[in-house]
């Protein structure tokens, strides 16, 4: 059963991380625009969970606390030992640093108008990869999908949280 929790965004990642280290799965509710298009403001539900230090490498989503102390989902884009480089999918130029110690937990699904793609599928992993090699040029093909898609802006948004158990 899905319960669906609304308050303090801190207390809430707070709980998120509780749950992630005891190893449940958290479903969060994506709001915001900094992962578009593969992340949809309020369409998409994100299934986050526990990892391992050898998941946290480049092209891993996650869901991390930065050094400057905001929550974010984003990709990562370098790691070099403890540090994190991060950015937004639909972000550019826009670059956040952490460490692995603030990784509260990674993205093991997407769940978009009811099918689920994993982040061990093909189809999640190809898109990545195509989308991280675009990395120098991709203001091109967002510019673009941002045309076609007027509701998607930039912006940062709180995310919405359930939880779900393992």
Request: aromatic share 8%; hydrophobic share 35%.
């Amino acid at each position: 059963m899905t319960r669906k929790i609304t308050k303090d965004k801190g207390l809430m990642m707070e709980e998120i991380a509780q749950l992630i280290s005891e190893g449940k799965n958290v479903s969060i509710t994506a709001k915001g625009y900094s992962m578009n298009p593969f992340v949809r403001h309020m369409e998409d539900t994100l299934t986050i969970g526990p990892f391992e230090d050898s998941d946290i490498k480049k092209g891993t989503a996650a869901l991390v606390r930065t050094t400057k102390g905001e929550y974010v989902f984003h990709r990562i884009i370098e790691r070099k030992g403890e540090h994190l480089l991060l950015e937004g999918d639909g972000n550019i130029g826009i670059k956040e640093n952490a460490t692995t110690d603030n990784v509260i937990g990674i993205m093991h699904s997407i769940t978009r108008s009811g099918r689920i793609y994993t982040s061990e599928s093909r189809c999640w992993k190809i898109y990545s990869w195509i989308w991280m090699a675009l990395r120098p040029v991709r203001r091109y093909p967002l510019a673009l999908w941002r045309r076609l898609n007027p509701q998607a802006s930039c912006g940062r948004h709180p995310y919405a949280f359930s939880t779900q158990p393992a």
